[in-house]
């Protein structure tokens, strides 16, 4: 293509809102354009680059044995009644109503639809098992969109949704789509990795893993260990506990130590108790309140711990999991927070393992101003609940293997899902099996956020001002530049080139433009082309430049270079 005719708008400067290194390329180098806070358009670079970012999928999707279909994105409010999800989301659900006043939703996810759809048409074990997918624009009211295509309101997503007619089917259809997701974002040359994390709202029956592409601005923490192969999201991420009588025991006996009150003025925080106390925040041990599903707990971790709501959620099975406010403390403690402990607490308390292998320990004396100093886990408060209620931390041991865990951040690109019955229940939806008897459909569920992948690849792509795509997905796999257009021998060999190259049916982009070579060079770093070809001074000797991905330059015949280029597009 020629790139005087190519709609490509790029941008001098950086675009003050884009935080994130992705979305101010995607901006600066016309590939999306935002239509409103979390909604874009995405330009025809952009959408070349969707594209293939789709054409992977589908064909890895189509090799899985999976078959694709299109449901529409609006849909009747009735389903999402039947499923019982229509008040479990608030805002975030969009809904609307059509001319005769009856109501639908824009689809945030299609487990709904796609059982219905599947209950009417299948009825006999012998047409499962079957994966059905689509790639289609899902809809979510997010409160707070950000970071461009990372969090939008308007996405793209690939989602797939098995039935199988028992566990043990579903369990051979989540591992197909677990190593088709690896072959998949082996394919976007993207760094991931695949995390065990906690099923969540979606509320499933089973095991569900995360495909986290590594990026510092990603809003995930991911763990994993730098020795086995365990590597988890924080939300679910497990640590070595240690045994808690060992270290009891071991921490000599308990003998003559009686609790006792202090004062503690306006000493609220962990830190300030720190440095009242002069004492470490392993000591301390941090009690908080929460509400779980309307009902007040107290959640006790060491004072250097943070508490993990998604296990709080887990351990209690509970909807819904929020911090008690100020004067849900004030009531439940008699003292405002700051001051709570679990010492005559009339709560349930659930203890973490570290605070309940503790010999001693100081909290707050559920009274303004006092703290206990010298509590006795098990002797003056309950060990009932213990288990693994904080998040792990720098330090931590693997608990598969035991060697020391590391902390990355990531974005969540890929989910899957065993959902079990819970949608076949919910709807009904069921076949009937070799002795007759009518059964609820096993189901697994598989979403990748196609959008969101463009933006993690950009992500991951960026090297200084430089964005330089995968050849898998690149817009243009070629990126001829001639220094000098009025240059006759510069612009007939990027012309014979451009033709050579078309024949090679490779996609490349002549930069036909009579501009400054600074202006073009600045342009093709933001085009991201994995492959440039620099036609300057060495046209009259038949020399061009190469440039590959790492940005050296290398001067060589036409045929050299023409080699070079049909070895690197076969990388794809
Ligand atoms: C909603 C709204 C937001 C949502 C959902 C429902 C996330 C919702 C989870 C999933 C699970 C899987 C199929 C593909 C893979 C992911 N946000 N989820 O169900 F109504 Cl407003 O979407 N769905």
Known sequence: MKQSQLFMSTLREVPAEAEALSHQQLLRGGYIRQVAAGIYTYLPLGWRVLRKIENIIRQEMNASGAQELHMPAI???????????????????????????REFVLGPTHE?????????????????????????????????????????????MKDAYSFDTD???????????????????????????????????????????????????????????????????????????????????????????SMEKIATPNVKSIQELVEFLQVSSHQLIKTLLYKVDDKLIAVLVRGDREVNEVKVKSYLQAEAVELADAGEVQRATGAPTGFAGPVGLPLQLLVDHEV?????????????????????????????????????????????CGESLLFHRGIELGHVFKLGTKYSDALS????????????????????????????????????ERLVWPISVAPFQVHIIPVSVKDESQSALAER????????????????????????????????????????????????????SDGAKVSMSVADALERIREASLAN
Not at 75 to 97: F, H, M, N, T
Not at 377 to 387: A, H, K, M, N
């Open 429 to 464: 939806a069921t076949y009937v099996d070799a002795d007759g008897r009518e059964k609820p459909f096993v189901m697994g569920c598989y979403g990748i956020g196609v959008s969101r992948v463009m933006a993690a690849i950009a992500e991951q792509s960026i090297e200084g």
């Open 112 to 156: 709904e639809v796609i059982t219905s759809l599947v209950r009417q048409e299948v009825s006999s074990y012998r047409k499962l098992p079957v994966n059905l997918y689509q790639i289609q624009t899902k809809y979510r009211d997010e409160r707070r969109p950000r970071f461009g295509l990372l969090r939008g309101r308007e996405f793209i």
């Open 356 to 400: 309940a292998s503790m010999l001693e320990g100081i909290t707050g004396a559920n009274e303004v101003d006092m703290h206990l100093m010298r509590v006795r886990p098990g002797i003056d408060f309950s060990l009932e609940q213990t288990g693994d209620f904080r998040n792990a931390a720098e330090g931590d041991r693997c608990p598969r």
């Open 167 to 257: 566990w043990e089917g579903l369990d051979h259809s989540y591992r197909n789509m677990y190593s088709t997701y690896e072959r998949i974002f082996k394919r976007f040359g993207l760094r991931f990795k695949a995390v065990e994390a906690d099923a969540g709202a979606i509320g499933g029956q089973g095991e569900t893993h995360e495909f986290m592409a590594l990026a510092e601005i990603g809003e995930d923490t991911i763990v994993s260990c730098s020795s086995c192969e365990y590597a988890a999201n924080l939300e679910q991420a497990q640590m070595a506990v240690i045994d808690e009588a060992d270290r009891r025991a071991s921490a000599g006996t308990d003998e003559g130590i």
């Open 497 to 548: 080139l451009y033709r050579d190259l078309t024949d090679m049916r490779l996609e490349v982009l002549l930069d036909d433009r009579d501009e400054r070579a600074g202006v073009k060079f600045k342009d093709g770093d933001l085009l991201g082309a994995p492959i440039r070809i620099i036609v300057g001074r060495g046209a009259v000797s038949g020399e061009v430049e190469f440039m590959g």
């Open 75 to 101: 849909q009747p409010a009735e389903l999402w009644k039947e499923s019982g999800r229509y008040d479990v989301y608030g805002p975030e659900l969009i809904r609307l109503y059509d001319r005769h006043e």
